[in-house]
Structures are given as C-alpha cells and as structure tokens.
C-alpha cells in the first residue's frame, strides 16, 4: 500500500518523503483544526444540532481533503469556509428566516453547478467577466462581516436603538473572557505560533471554565465527555436534510449565486496562490492539478451539504504545511485522515462557548484585509464598486448584497463614465438579472 501511494503520488518526482509529508499533514490540520469548533457555533445559530455539525464538518472536510489528495495529488486541504457559514447562518437562515434545511439545499446546488462550470468553458467565461477589484473587494468585504459577528457574539457590539449599534458592556464575564481569548490569540499570532487559532480557542475554552458567567454558572461547562464515539443518531438529523426543492425557488436565486460565487473565486484565488507557493504555478496561471482540485471542491461542496454543513472550500492554511517540507496529495492524505479521527471529538461542539470562538472570528476577518492593498483607488470607477462591495456586506449583514451592489455600481459607472466597453457581456447580464431581483 506504501509503496503504491510512493508511486501513485510521484514521490520520486518531487523529492518526498514521509518524513515531511506526515509532519507537513499534521500542520496544515494544527492550523485549521479550530472550523470543528467554529463552524458548530456559527451553524447552531440557525437552529442546527452542534454536535451533528462538528461530525458534519469532520467528515466534509475529512472526505474531500483525502480526495484532494488521492485524485488531484496536491498538498491541499478543505474544510467549510469562513465567511459562507456566517452568510448561511445570519443572512440566509436568521437574516430571511429561511430554515436551515433550504439553505442546505442552496448549498447542494451550489456544490452542483460549481462542479459543472468546472467540467465546462463556462467557469472561464465567469472568471473573466468579474473585474478584479470586485473579486478582491469580496474578500475585504467577508472579513468585514466576520470581524463584526465576531464582536457581536463577544459582546463588544450590542443593539441600540438611537444609533442602531454599540458598545456593550465589557465587564460583562462573557465579554471579558472573549477579549482574554482575543489577547491570546494575536500574541501568539505575532509569537509565530502553529496553530494559534486553535490553541486560542482551546486555552480561552479552559479558562471559561474557572469564570461564572451571567447566568451564575461557569461559562464552559464540562460536565460531560469530551470525546465519544461518533454518535450517528446525532449525526442523522442533519444527514440527508437539505431541501434542495425549497432551494430551487426564483426568490433564492441570489442566494444560490452568492454561495456558488463566493465559492467559486475563493477557490480559485486560494489554489493559485497555494500553486505559487508549491512553484508549480506557470505564466498563464495554470498547473498541473487544477482541473482536479476545482472538481474536488465542488464534490467537497456536495458531501458537506449531504452531511449537514454549509460550503467546503480549499483553505489557505494548506499554506502552512506546504512550509513545512508537503509536496505532494500525501499532506492532504494526512489531513483528511485526522479530519475522519475528528469524529470523535462530536461532544467538544456543546463545550466550547461562543466567547471562545469569537475571538477566533475577529482575528480571521484580519486576515482576510490584505486584499485591499491590490485595489487601484487612482481609478474610482474601479475603486468606488469595490468599497460598496466591501461596505454594503457588514452594514446590510449581508454578503450577497454586497455582491449585488458592488457589481451594480460597478456597471454603472462605467456605463456613464465612457467606459462601456470594459463591461464584459456576461456582467451585463448579472446586473439585469441583479435590478430584476431588486425591483421583484
């Protein structure tokens, strides 16, 4: 079996060894462990069974990262993605009032049609037919919003009826312990430490249990097991529950087009850039592998929907064992592998409480502003689309509003500015459909 995956991964050909590529695995996982207790608080905000998501999320990510490595041979790994767990929780299921089972379903169908446009010429047509500033506007924008559930769910931000938003009370215990959790984790980001997120989280979760919180009671309770069997009378009330017929409905068409979109040019910046880190990334912007990593997620997209979770997508952090010495599918075999054994952690999701968690979403809404450095503010009929895009996200709490805006004004400006000819036809068509939408 060994010397089968030696062959079938090309160690010879890229100098690898199991040495680095175990270590590599194992890294990428320490990274990007903390979305098993993330994506469980995020979800169970739309009413879903925590414990069932964290299984959700194990085996989504767990399945598609192994296929990642297995079928399209590459050092990357997938897990539910930042940001669309946040638009299907607070936009979709609290913000519309959608249940959680058609939103499940707008995710299965995105997962579909991502894997079509990956099999076709259409994918490319998209690609070029966004301008860049709208696609690096987006991921501002997401970060945005993340930051701001973060604080919300910390306490920092609270309702207030002359100002819409404020400050909340930081001596409350939640509060305190969520900014405890917060110094935490950017002291051990700027320490270098692997795994800062997680190790955040877990020493943040700790300390909750030793501080009563408002209800009189320890913030983290640990009365029962932190590890169990998977329990798959749990995991059932999310398997096979999305309501794809509920999704297929004209008035959830931007959502379906905000998940398919968001997923579709997250994945496609992150493999590119994880390609260039690997060097394997040519002057056209292909390499060998994507075609197979683009179906990859889309089947990771599927799987997740049918186990209960909302849009896989490949992660960044695939970056941190690909520093490490990961070269080949072998890391990706590693991580997904450790996803599976995640299984067994289902009973951590009712644990963790959300001040631990929501430090973690400050500080990944950080990570995601470097993109705004690439945006030309010397041209603002570029510029100015990308910060309603960016704006609109956090201030309407919607992701898809802020693509719809930001592609709107977008076309806009240019059509009045002289500039008509840099509208590609399929925008053109977005924004009609986008105005439809508006007006209906």
């Not at 860049?132 to 604080?151: C, D, E, R, Y």
């Not at 009712?350 to 010397?378: C, Q, R, W, Y």
């Amino acid at each position: 079996m060994i010397k089968w995956l030696e062959t079938h991964l090309d160690f010879e050909r890229h100098g690898a060894n199991w040495t680095d590529e175990i270590i590599a695995g194992l890294t990428t996982f320490i990274t990007m462990a903390y979305i098993l207790f993330v994506n469980p608080n995020i979800l169970g905000e739309a009413g879903m069974p925590k414990g069932a998501v964290l299984m959700a999320t194990a085996i989504g990510a767990g399945i598609s990262t192994v296929m990642m490595g297995l079928y399209a041979k590459l050092p990357f790994a997938l897990a539910p993605g930042m940001g669309l767990n946040a638009y299907f929780a607070y936009s979709v299921c609290l913000g519309l009032g959608l249940p959680w089972q058609v939103a499940l379903g707008a995710v299965f169908i995105d997962g579909v049609i991502f894997l079509l446009l990956s099999v076709t010429p259409v994918r490319r047509w998209i690609v070029q037919a966004i301008p860049l500033s709208i696609k690096l506007a987006a991921s501002v924008g997401i970060g945005l919003f993340i930051a701001f559930i973060g604080m919300i769910n910390a306490g920092l931000v609270v309702k207030n009826d002359a100002t819409l938003v404020g400050l909340g009370s930081v001596t409350r215990p939640e509060t305190m312990l969520a900014l405890v959790g917060l110094i935490i984790i950017v002291v051990l980001m700027a320490l270098r430490v692997r795994g800062n997120i997680l190790l955040g989280i877990l020493i943040t979760t700790i300390i909750g249990a030793f501080i009563k919180g408002s209800a009189g009671v320890p913030i983290t309770n640990f009365t029962g097991s932190v590890v169990a069997l998977p329990n798959w009378s749990e995991l059932s009330q999310t398997f096979g529950a999305m309501d794809v017929m509920g999704a297929l409905k004209w008035g959830f068409v931007s959502i379906v087009f905000t998940f398919t979109f968001v997923d579709m040019f997250d994945t496609l910046g992150t493999i590119a850039g994880l390609a260039a880190k690997l060097n394997i990334l040519k002057e056209d912007g292909s390499f060998e592998g994507a075609d197979r990593a683009l179906i990859t997620d889309s089947v990771g997209t599927i799987v997740g929907a049918v186990a209960g979770t909302s849009t896989v997508t490949t992660y960044v952090e695939s970056a941190a064992g690909i520093a490490e010495g990961g070269k080949t599918g072998a890391t990706a075999l590693v991580t997904g592998i450790l996803f599976l054994l995640s299984l067994f952690l289902w009973p951590l999701a009712e644990v963790v409480p959300s001040a631990a968690t929501a430090p973690a979403l400050i500080v990944v809404g950080f990570l995601m502003m470097e993109p705004i450095l690439k945006i030309d503010f010397s041209e603002l009929t570029e510029a100015i689309p990308a910060f309603i895009t960016m704006i609109a996200m956090p201030f309407t709490y919607s992701i898809a509003n802020g693509l719809i805006f930001g592609i709107l004004s977008y076309v806009i400006m240019k059509l009045f500015t002289g500039k008509m000819r840099e509208i590609h036809p399929v925008l053109a068509v977005l924004a009609l459909v986008f105005v439809i939408y508006l007006v209906y």
